[in-house]
C-alpha cells in the first residue's frame, strides 16, 4: 500500500482513479434553428464540465446530410453519439448505421430504432396547452368556438404529433361542445413561412370569427399570427405555441398580443441531462427507454419569472414579432424549437458541405 522512498519519507502506492476521457458524437438539427442552438450551447457546456470530447456535426435540417454525418461519426469511432434530426423516414437508417458500428445512441425528440429516446413528453405537453386553452375560451368566448387549426410537422411523424392530439384531448376537458368545432389540419413543416402561408391561403376561404391555433411550435404559431394579422383578424384568433423559444417568449412580452402561451421545454437544460444519461449508458447502469423533460405553460404573465434574463441576450439578435413586417425573402426553418451560437470549447467540429 505503501513504499519508502527515504529516510522518514514515505509514499502512496495507490494511484488516484481517473475517469476515462470519452469520445462522443452530436449530430445538431441545425445551427440556424434557435431551440437547436440552444440545446447545443448547453451540450457544450455540460461536455466540457465532464471533460468530454464533443465531436459536434450539423444536420442542416436535411435528411441525407444527416446519414452522412452518422457514416462520419462510425468512422470517427466514437463512445456514444447523440442525434438530433428530423426526419422520421431516415431515423432507422441512422439508427442502423449506429448499432451496426456497436454505438450506443440517444435520440433527441424524434424517435430512433433501438436508441434512448430524450426530449419531449408530447401528449403531456399538448394537454397542458389545451387545457389552458379551453380555460381561456370559456373565460373569454363564454365557451364558443367556431373553428380549430392544427399545424402539423408532418414529416417528424406520429409522436410530435401527439402534441396536437393532446390540446385536443385537454381542450375537451373544457368545452364538452368542442365535437361540433370544425378541426382544420395544415402542415408547416415548423417553420415560420411556410406556417404563414398555409393560415393566410385557409383565411381566404374561411369565414369563422372564433379561432384557435395549436402549434407544433412557436415558429408555426409565429406565422399563423402574422397571418391573421395581415388579414386584419388578430382579434379572431387565439394561438398557443410549443417549446417557448426566444422567439416566443418576445412575442409573449408584446402588449395585447394574441400569443396566449408556450409550453416550455427547457432546451438550456438539456445538455446536462443528456450528458449524464449518457454515462449512465456507458457505465452499464439502469437507464428507462425514454427520458422526459419537464414542461411548464409560459404566459405573458409568467415569462418574465421563469426567463428573468432574456433581456440580457436578445436585445440583439430577436426582433418583436409585432414589429416584423416582412416574410417574403425572410424565411428561415426552426426547431419543432440564446442565439448562441455552438462553441469550439474541448470539441472538434465536422462540417459538411
Not at 494511484?15 to 450551447?41: H, I, N
Not at 435540417?61 to 457514416?71: E, G, S, T, V
Not at 423533460?293 to 418583436?320: M, R
Request: net charge neutral.
Amino acid at each position: 500500500m505503501v513504499e519508502k522512498v527515504g529516510e522518514n519519507l514515505y509514499q502512496s502506492c495507490l494511484r488516484p482513479w481517473k475517469q476515462k476521457l470519452y469520445r462522443f458524437g452530436y449530430a445538431a438539427q441545425g445551427t440556424d434553428y434557435q431551440f437547436s442552438r440552444e440545446v447545443s450551447a448547453s451540450l457544450q457546456r455540460a461536455a466540457t464540465v465532464e471533460g468530454i470530447e464533443l465531436i459536434s456535426l450539423d444536420n442542416r435540417y436535411n435528411a441525407k446530410i444527416a446519414q452522412h454525418n452518422a457514416d462520419l461519426l462510425v468512422r470517427e469511432k466514437v463512445d456514444l453519439v447523440i442525434e438530433f434530426q428530423t426526419d422520421q423516414e431516415v431515423a432507422p437508417i441512422v439508427a442502423a448505421k449506429y448499432r451496426e458500428a456497436g454505438i450506443p445512441l440517444i435520440a433527441i425528440d424524434i424517435p430512433h430504432p433501438g436508441a434512448t429516446y430524450y426530449g419531449a413528453n408530447n401528449y403531456e405537453a399538448g394537454l397542458i396547452a389545451g387545457r389552458y386553452l379551453g380555460r381561456w375560451v370559456k373565460e373569454n368566448w363564454y365557451s364558443e368556438v367556431d373553428e380549430i387549426i392544427l399545424l402539423e410537422l408532418a414529416r417528424a411523424g406520429s409522436l410530435p404529433r401527439m402534441r396536437l392530439t393532446g390540446i385536443l384531448v385537454g381542450l375537451g376537458s373544457f368545452l364538452p361542445d368542442m365535437k361540433n368545432c370544425r378541426i382544420v389540419r395544415l402542415d408547416g413543416d415548423g417553420e415560420f413561412g411556410p406556417s404563414f402561408e398555409a393560415v393566410r391561403k385557409h383565411l381566404r376561404s374561411s369565414r369563422a370569427r372564433r379561432q384557435l391555433v395549436g402549434a407544433i411550435n412557436d415558429p408555426s404559431a409565429l406565422g399563423a399570427l402574422r397571418a391573421f394579422q395581415e388579414a386584419g383578424r388578430s382579434e379572431c384568433c387565439a394561438v398557443m405555441g410549443h417549446n417557448a423559444s426566444p422567439e416566443g417568449r418576445a412575442e409573449l412580452r408584446q402588449p395585447d398580443t394574441r400569443l396566449l402561451g408556450s409550453v416550455a421545454f427547457f432546451p438550456e437544460r438539456y445538455g446536462g441531462d443528456l450528458i449524464r444519461v449518457s454515462l449512465d449508458i456507458l457505465n452499464r447502469r439502469p437507464v428507462p427507454p425514454a427520458v422526459f423533460v419537464e414542461h411548464k405553460l409560459i404566459t405573458p404573465g409568467t415569462v418574465d419569472h421563469f426567463y428573468p434574463n432574456d433581456s440580457l441576450t436578445q436585445t440583439d439578435t430577436l426582433v418583436p414579432f409585432s414589429q416584423t413586417r416582412q416574410v417574403h425573402g425572410a424565411t428561415r426553418r426552426h426547431h419543432l424549437g440564446t442565439g448562441v451560437a455552438m462553441q469550439n470549447v474541448n470539441s472538434l467540429h465536422l462540417f459538411v458541405k
